[in-house]
């Protein structure tokens, strides 16, 4: 598993809405309807994420979630990172 380039990155980036390259990861910040349907997608991406082996990095606030992925094992973003971030996109739709 390698970790991509920037150019790399930016292809990929492009598949997906609303994720930006800040600081080393993709992330992404969500709004919810309440705290509740935060905490109820947030343990549906867990499980995810679990299957993965691939953790996310995020912050909760109220019915606001932000998610940061990278791949620690690598020092950067990899497919993995990608993949967790196609699930979360399924789930939060
Ligand atoms: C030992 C365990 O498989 C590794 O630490 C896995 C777990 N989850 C992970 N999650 C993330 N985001 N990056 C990793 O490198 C990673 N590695």
Redesign the pocket.
């Known amino acids: 598993m390698q970790k991509f380039n920037s150019d790399e990155l930016a292809v990929r980036l492009e598949k997906l809405q609303g994720w930006t390259y800040e600081n080393g990861s993709i992330v992404k910040t969500f709004v919810f309807k309440d705290f509740k349907e935060a905490f109820a997608k947030m343990t549906l991406i867990a499980f995810e994420?679990e299957g993965l082996?691939?953790?996310?990095?995020w912050e909760n606030v109220y019915n606001r979630l932000t998610v940061r992925?990278?791949?620690?094992?690598?020092g950067g973003i990899t497919q993995?990172?990608f993949d967790l971030a196609e699930r979360i996109e399924a789930i939060t739709g």
């Open positions: 994420a082996n691939h953790h996310p990095d992925l990278n791949t620690h094992d690598m993995n990172d």
